[in-house]
């Protein structure tokens, strides 16, 4: 005679190991992991010609899936990228931090290049940031200093 095997527990233990994965797959909301997108309407073209105490006009648009919280727009200049400290009245840097909200935001901003700074080629950055901490940079627009 074959000694008969009861199924209970391993049926138990199957539908506690079902429910568990149902209950913690379906309970939460997937984490936003999309990044913002950044659309750069000025400078339009990748590369912008100026001169020293000059007006610039940037301007992009930046959007989410869920929810924006802000955007940094920096001009610094791009030799080397060493980053190095040139003369207090020859350096240049650029840098603003803008809160947003929603899922769609412009920015708008007018600056004043200082009539003093060096000559040379700088760099654009533009980059965002969502509430769920994902990161966007829209590299780099190339922007070439000169005298008048």
């Not at 207090?88 to 009539?115: C, D, F, M, Q, R």
């Amino acid at each position: 005679m074959i000694p008969s095997i009861s199924l209970f527990p391993l049926r138990t233990a199957l539908a506690v190991v079902f429910s568990s994965v149902l209950l913690f797959s379906c309970g939460k909301e997937d984490a936003d992991q999309e990044k913002p997108l950044i659309t750069v309407l000025k400078p339009a073209s990748d590369h912008a010609d100026a001169h020293p105490g000059d007006s610039l006009e940037l301007s992009a648009s930046f959007s989410d899936n869920k929810e924006l919280l802000n955007a940094r727009i920096e001009i610094h200049s791009a030799d080397g990228h060493s980053h190095r400290l040139l003369s207090p009245s020859s350096t240049w840097e650029w840098v603003k931090v803008y809160p947003l909200s929603g899922t769609n935001a412009p920015i708008n901003e007018i600056i004043v290049i200082p009539a003093s700074i060096d000559t040379g080629e700088y760099h654009i950055i533009f980059e965002a940031t969502d509430k769920s901490g994902n990161q966007a940079v829209e590299v780099i627009k190339e922007l070439h200093i000169e005298e008048h």
